[in-house]
């Protein structure tokens, strides 16, 4: 098999005329190598010179604005032979044409990967690991670049059952590759999850924390370090189901800038230095909210809903809810059915608010459809950012 792949590799460099290859069925990647044989018809010499943005718009699709640039890259190819195998390569794992003119439109240097040298290689441990024709191809679009080099295997290989499934790592790559596939696995990956064990957290907590703040498992272990100590002082434990959550928070904010949005959250609602510590402890991610977001829910929640600041501070996560989408309109409806006597007067806020929209749409909305038939309506509309008239009280 290796001297089937050099003698393919050679008439691929050479354009030499190639003989029929009778390619085994015993590889997932057969059809690939169907393709590149084929790939390794001869090459007519051009005494012109390989014209490169030529063939970036008839051969790849790119537009002539994309291959003016990407041929900024490539203008060391002197022969369409590596182009033509890498194209074939392509369309064996399935990419449409405007799949392979974008992988090309972002990754020029694609075309010149190694087919048998890189690429086969790479696809051959991809599907060691269980991951299909298509799933190969979609990640190809998806990384491009970090697709031609080998090292994507073994990254793979440990992130795999880090993060449950392809489909959850997927996700995680298409938000952010940069870390994850740059990042060095033994340097920087593997230590960096070593050390988020050592806090307490699962494998199920770590693969929550990347996905939703995926820059912080490709960081410098030493910011990791300083993520857990920092967390630590905003008096969330280790063994909190919080840690997760104060990590997050505080993976890329400076000590300066943590202690003036602390500053911030005390002025704006009017808490005392344990009030606020208690307010942070329970949702750190408070301290990632705008200035201006924070503001808004202090008028709303203090000025129009009456709330005192002390029991703020013990539920907070009323002010990570969306002003517009969840607490304007529950509070009207609650109003609303206080003012006509539908509700008991005492029932709380925080209970409204914290029900799922199923649920209070069931406890709330439903029940009076005889009283107030046009409820559901009028919430319709104050979740559209508008007051409608029965819920403009004097």
Known sequence: MLHLRQRIVSHIISSAATSAVSC???????????LLCAAAAPVSPNPSGFAVEDYLV??????????????????????PANPNAVLAF????GLSSSDVAAVVAKDPLFLCAGVERTLVPVVDGLTDLGLSRSEIGGLVSLVHCRFRSRAIVPKLRYYLPLFGSFENLRRLLKKDQSKLLSSDLDKVLKPNIVSLQECGLGTCDIAKLCISAPMILG???ERIRAMVACAERLGVRRSSGMFREALKAVAFLSEEKIADKVDYL???FKWSDTEV????RKAPMLLTKSREMLRRKSEFLISEVGLEPVYIAHQPVMISYSLEGRLRPRYFVLKFLKETG????????????TKTERNFVDKYICPHKEAAPHLARDYATACKGEVPTNFRFT
């Open 90 to 93: 392509l369309s064996g794992l």
């Open 24 to 34: 085994s069925a015993t590889s997932a990647i057969s059809s690939l190598r169907r």
């Open 277 to 280: 510590a208690i307010a942070v």
């Open 219 to 221: 960081t410098n272990p």
């Open 58 to 79: 008839d051969s790849c699709g790119l537009t002539r604005s994309q291959a003016i640039k990407a041929s900024t890259k490539l203008s060391h190819l002197k022969s």
């Open 266 to 268: 005390k002025n704006m």
């Open 342 to 353: 539908l509700v008991d007067r005492h029932r709380g806020f925080y209970n409204v608010l």
